[in-house]
């Protein structure tokens, strides 16, 4: 059974800093694109960020760009997600989730795209 475990969610002050992972069984993530994907109250799931499977693209969302950084090691099968300077809008549910679909159509951040989904971890701004 494929499975995908968000961890590192929490509560932080505005400015403060979170790593989020993304760690995989039953699959092997060295041969998929992972995107991280969040979603507030009341608002749409949207695509935060994205890494392909060889590591030589790399996605992020104009809300988060200079602020959140995305790696990979895939000697432990787990992707994260480097959350700096927060703020109460990054305030979600963030998600990752595994894609084959070519590295020139993963700036979409279709969700459909995506086929393979953790069951997500809070993440709260707050002072």
């Known amino acids: 059974q494929v499975q995908l475990v968000e961890s590192g969610g929490g509560l932080v002050q505005p400015g403060g800093s979170l790593r989020l992972s993304c760690a995989a069984s039953?699959?092997?993530?060295?041969?998929?694109?992972v995107g991280w994907f969040r979603q507030a109250p009341g608002k749409e799931r949207e695509g935060v960020s994205c890494?392909?499977?060889?590591?030589?693209?790399?996605y992020y969302a104009d809300s988060v760009k200079g602020r959140f950084t995305i790696s990979r090691d895939n000697a432990k099968n787990t992707v994260y997600l480097e959350m700096n300077s927060l703020k109460p809008e990054d305030t979600a549910v963030y998600y990752c989730?595994?894609?084959?679909?070519?590295?020139?159509?993963?700036?979409?951040?279709?969700?459909?795209?995506?086929?393979?989904w953790g069951q997500g971890t809070q993440v709260t701004v707050s002072s």
């Open positions: 989730a595994t894609t084959v679909i070519p590295r020139a159509h993963i700036a979409a951040m279709r969700r459909a795209d995506f086929g393979n």
């Open positions: 039953g699959i092997t993530l060295d041969y998929y694109a």
């Open positions: 890494i392909s499977s060889s590591d030589g693209y790399l």
